[in-house]
């Protein structure tokens, strides 16, 4: 009851990056909250699953393992959630900003008339004042996002219904170990009490992924072009670069939408969000939406030629210039002494 509660997605037996990086979080809210941290995990052959999620303060994992469970479909997933939500009642309820999540989490608001806020980049607990009805909330979760196409950050909140639900991408928060040593409570779940025969009426006969060529995620190292690299062929400026240096390179989604690079090397709320040691932002402007997805970089370069750039704002180094002048000089300069 009142508790705070994160889905975790699953694939071949390894817990989703995207909901350890909740749990971190959630163990850090539930302290403020002074509640449990609880966690839900929905497939097939589970047993032992737990030793991935204990060390992330988890207090409470409930555990449904039915071989039609597996892979995930739609129906039975978001029974589960809803009904359990129904008996649990929460007042927290996390998930990723993923494909999975995306389809569970308007279904389970919903069901739960509960609202849900998309894609934030951070959650905090807060309260709140309704002068029109002289009450004021306390311990609301504020859901904070980008809006109005990234020209506001906006605090979202739900001071009557529960749970207060929000969706978070990958990456957006860290991912780091509560006590290696942590044990909670394990609840196994009868799925029938939780699902109808009617929602497995649907199972995967075959089922295919295609893994993404690119990963600029894990890479320590990232060189980011805007539109400010004029097109397609200014980019492989980039691409040079980071051969020299071995890096990886990013877009902002002004270049993607120009078609200077391809969606995968997107930087942002509506791309990847990274952490890498080295960020250099080349011809970037620096609006909300990109920010938002690399920020919390080590060290960030900005390379523009307008001074007062929003980039530049968040740099801890700003090179002003034109990047056709500039980036030949950095690859001539690495090359020489690479050597």
Same mark, same amino acid.
């Given at each position: 009851?009142?508790?705070?509660?994160?889905?975790?997605?699953i694939?071949?037996?390894?817990?989703?990056? &995207?909901?350890?990086?909740?749990?971190?979080?959630?163990?850090?809210?539930?302290?403020?909250?002074?509640?449990q941290?609880?966690?839900? &995990?929905?497939?097939?052959?589970?047993?032992?699953?737990?030793?991935?999620l204990f060390?992330?303060?988890?207090?409470?994992?409930?555990?449904?393992?039915?071989?039609?469970?597996?892979?995930?479909?739609?129906?039975?997933h978001?029974?589960?959630?809803?009904?359990?939500?129904?008996?649990?009642?929460?007042?927290?309820?996390?998930?990723?900003?993923?494909?999975?999540?995306?389809?569970?989490?308007?279904?389970i608001?919903?069901?739960?008339?509960?609202?849900?806020t998309?894609d934030?980049?951070?959650?905090?607990?807060?309260?709140?004042?309704?002068?029109? &009805?002289?009450?004021?909330?306390?311990?609301?979760?504020?859901?904070?996002?980008?809006?109005?196409g990234g020209?506001?950050?906006?605090?979202?909140?739900?001071?009557?219904?529960?749970?207060?639900?929000?969706t978070?991408?990958?990456?957006?928060?860290?991912?780091?170990?509560?006590?290696?040593?942590?044990?909670g409570?394990?609840?196994?779940?009868?799925?029938?009490?939780?699902?109808?025969?009617?929602?497995?009426?649907i199972?995967?006969?075959?089922?295919?992924?295609?893994?993404?060529?690119?990963?600029?995620?894990t890479?320590?190292?990232?060189?980011?072009?805007?539109?400010?690299?004029g097109?397609?062929?200014?980019?492989?400026?980039l691409?040079?670069?980071?051969?020299?240096?071995?890096?990886?390179?990013?877009?902002?989604?002004?270049?993607?939408?120009?078609?200077?690079?391809?969606?995968?090397r997107?930087v942002?709320?509506?791309?990847?969000?990274?952490?890498?040691?080295?960020?250099?932002?080349?011809?970037?402007?620096?609006?909300?939406?990109?920010i938002?997805?690399?920020?919390?970089?080590?060290?960030?370069i900005?390379?523009?030629?307008?001074?007062?750039?929003?980039?530049?704002?968040?740099?801890?180094?700003?090179?002003t210039?034109d990047?056709?002048?500039?980036?030949?000089?950095?690859?001539?300069?690495?090359?020489?002494?690479?050597?």
């Open positions: 009851m009142n508790n705070l509660f994160v889905y975790c997605e694939e071949d037996g390894v817990i989703g990056d &995207v909901s350890l990086e909740l749990l971190t979080k959630g163990r850090s809210l539930a302290n403020q909250l002074k509640c941290l609880e966690a839900v &995990v929905i497939g097939h052959n589970l047993a032992g699953i737990e030793k991935q060390p992330y303060g988890v207090d409470v994992l409930h555990i449904a393992d039915d071989p039609r469970l597996a892979p995930f479909t739609t129906l039975p978001s029974s589960i959630l809803i009904n359990l939500f129904k008996e649990e009642k929460p007042q927290i309820a996390l998930m990723g900003a993923t494909s999975v999540g995306r389809d569970l989490g308007p279904r608001s919903s069901a739960l008339h509960s609202g849900l998309a934030c980049t951070s959650l905090e607990i807060g309260s709140h004042e309704d002068k029109k &009805v002289e009450k004021i909330y306390d311990n609301l979760l504020y859901q904070i996002r980008p809006a109005f020209n506001i950050v906006a605090t979202i909140i739900n001071p009557e219904c529960r749970p207060q639900m929000a978070v991408r990958e990456g957006v928060m860290k991912k780091e170990i509560f006590d290696a040593k942590y044990k409570r394990i609840h196994q779940l009868n799925v029938a009490k939780y699902v109808s025969n009617s929602d497995f009426a199972s995967v006969i075959e089922r295919h992924m295609e893994k993404s060529r690119i990963n600029i995620k890479s320590p190292i990232l060189i980011s072009g805007g539109y400010g690299m097109s397609k062929e200014g980019f492989q400026m691409f040079d670069l980071a051969s020299v240096i071995g890096a990886e390179v990013g877009a902002s989604r002004a270049a993607v939408d120009a078609g200077f690079c391809e969606h995968e997107q942002g709320q509506t791309g990847v969000t990274v952490r890498p040691k080295l960020y250099i932002a080349c011809g970037i402007s620096g609006q909300i939406q990109h938002a997805g690399m920020q919390e970089s080590a060290l960030i900005s390379i523009n030629n307008d001074p007062a750039a929003p980039i530049n704002k968040i740099a801890d180094y700003v090179i210039g990047v056709e002048t500039v980036i030949p000089k950095m690859i001539k300069y690495y090359k020489k002494n690479s050597k």
